[in-house]
């Protein structure tokens, strides 16, 4: 008689509407329940509401914007929250080791490649 030693499969099931998005933050914190709960966004520059520019005499779109809204455009930055997750403390260490293990592993690659996976050669 043979030994198997146990083991199972994890078949994943993918939602029809299922698209990974680039993050590059997160916010958040404990829950009242002792739960973590990290929301993630990306951070970007505002895109306006509306602006206004002058047309040119000959009717193409001049260069002078005469108005943006809103005002404080140019002193302000969005950050486009578009998913978060909450996470119970177990299952928050298990995310924290496996995230270190690809951390690690990037690192590595790095070392040995010279640069982030995915970049272009510099020449």
Not at 3 to 32: C, L, R, T
Not at 41 to 62: Q, V
Request: charged share 20%; glycine share 10%.
């Amino acid at each position: 008689m043979s030994k198997h030693e146990p083991k199972i499969s994890f078949k994943y099931i993918f939602k029809y509407d299922y698209n990974p998005v680039y993050v590059n933050g997160a916010h958040g914190g404990i829950s009242p329940r002792g739960e973590i709960v990290a929301n993630f966004y990306l951070e970007r520059p505002p895109l306006p509401n509306e602006i206004t520019h002058a047309i040119n005499p000959d009717g193409s779109i001049g260069a002078e914007v005469i108005a943006v809204d809103p005002e404080n455009l140019n002193s302000s930055i969005v950050r486009y929250v578009s998913n978060g997750v909450v996470l119970n403390y177990q299952n928050a260490k298990v995310l924290h080791g496996w995230l270190g293990d690809k951390i690690a592993e990037l690192e590595r690659l790095i070392q040995v490649g010279d640069g982030m996976p995915g970049e272009a050669q510099k020449n």
